[in-house]
C-alpha cells in the first residue's frame, strides 16, 4: 500500500471548516483512500473513502486532485466534539484484502 | 455500520500470566482482525482471524504469544499469554463491512505490571 504523509498536528475554529490535507504521491490506480478518526480512549472510526471522484456523506467531504497524489478531508462545521487524531489510509482495493496500514495522523484539536 | 464489543474493556495483570479477550459483533462478518495500540502510538495490524481457518498473523506477531479464536462469524478471542510489561496496550478488534469499510470497537486496556 501507498505511504500517507499528514501534518502533525492542527487547530481549528469551532463552527468553522477544518481541510485536512494529506499527500500520497506513490498511490497507484486499484488504491482507495480512506479517512478515519479516532477520539480519546475509544477505538478508531471510519469517516469516508474514495478512489477518484470527490465523495461526501453526512460526516465529511473528500477532495482528491485529478492526479489522485494528494487530498482534503473536509468537516464543513467543525465542533469540539471532533477533536481526534485523523488517520489517512490507502488501501489496495482487491477483493478480499481489508487490511488498513495506520500511520501517525494529525491531531486535529478544535477551539472554541 | 456493525456494533462491536469487547471484554473487558481493561485489565491490570501480573508478568506471565494470559488474559483471553473477547470480540462480539453484532452480524455476521467473514473478516475480523485485531490490532494493537501500544501507549502514544498509532494502530498495528496483529492478525487476521477468519472463520474456519487459522489466523493469519502480520509480522513480528506470532501465534504462541497471541493465539486467536474464530468459532463463528459473530465471535473471535485474542489471547496475550505470558505476558510482560511491553504488552501493556490497547488491544482492539475491527471487522470489514460489504462495502470495504471497517468498523472498530471500543477497545480493550491492558496493563502488565
Known amino acids: 500500500d501507498a505511504k500517507t504523509t499528514q501534518p502533525t498536528s492542527m487547530d481549528c475554529a469551532e463552527g468553522r471548516a477544518a481541510n485536512l490535507p494529506c499527500n500520497h504521491s506513490t498511490i497507484s490506480g486499484n488504491e482507495y483512500v ?3 478518526r479516532q477520539i480519546h480512549s475509544q477505538g478508531p472510526q471510519y469517516i469516508i473513502h474514495g478512489l477518484k471522484n470527490n465523495e461526501t456523506n453526512e460526516m465529511a467531504s473528500l477532495i482528491i486532485t485529478e492526479d489522485r497524489k494528494s487530498s482534503t478531508l473536509i468537516l464543513p462545521h467543525a465542533t469540539l466534539r471532533d477533536t481526534a487524531v485523523y488517520y489517512c489510509i490507502v488501501r489496495y482495493s482487491r477483493t478480499n484484502d481489508y487490511k488498513l496500514s495506520f500511520g501517525a495522523g494529525t491531531t486535529v484539536t478544535v477551539r472554541a | 455500520s456493525a456494533v462491536i464489543s469487547q471484554k473487558p474493556s481493561r485489565d491490570i495483570c501480573q508478568r506471565g500470566t494470559s488474559l483471553t479477550i473477547q470480540c462480539q ?7 475480523m482482525f485485531w490490532y494493537r495500540q501500544q501507549p502514544g502510538q498509532s494502530l498495528t495490524l496483529i492478525a487476521t482471524a477468519n472463520q474456519g481457518s487459522e489466523a493469519t ?18 465471535f473471535s478471542t485474542l489471547t496475550v499469554s505470558n505476558m510482560s510489561p511491553e504488552d501493556s496496550s490497547i488491544y ?7 462495502r470495504n469499510e471497517q468498523y472498530f470497537g471500543p477497545g480493550t486496556r491492558l496493563t502488565v505490571t
Open chain 2, 92 to 98: 482492539l478488534c475491527s471487522v470489514a463491512s460489504s
Open chain 2, 57 to 74: 498473523y502480520e509480522s513480528g506477531f506470532v501465534i504462541d504469544k497471541f493465539p486467536i479464536s474464530r468459532p463463528n462469524l459473530t
Open chain 2, 25 to 31: 459483533v453484532d452480524s455476521q462478518v467473514t473478516m
Open chain 1, 34 to 36: 480512506y479517512w478515519y
